[in-house]
């Protein structure tokens, strides 16, 4: 699962830095990137303080898609 969050961020990331037509797809991949990694840290790890910053940047990726689409 972290490797999956991983190449989310990486591809995600790529996107955004690009700046195409297509980059605000790089937030989706964010998002899924940070729903991955905060059941990791809630449900497997118990990493609370991992789970609440990726948890805060679900708040941030939702936004940005709600301002990107």
């Known amino acids: 699962m972290k490797w999956i969050g991983t190449v989310c961020f990486l591809c995600a990331a790529l996107l955004l830095s690009s700046n195409i037509d297509i980059s605000r797809y790089g937030f989706v991949l964010f998002l899924i990137g940070h729903i991955t990694l905060t059941y990791w840290f809630w449900f497997k790890q118990k990493d609370y303080?991992?789970?609440?910053?990726n948890a805060f940047f679900i708040g941030i990726d939702v936004f940005g898609i709600v301002r990107w689409f």
């Not at 303080?49 to 910053?53: K, S, V, W």
């Open 49 to 53: 303080p991992m789970f609440t910053q």
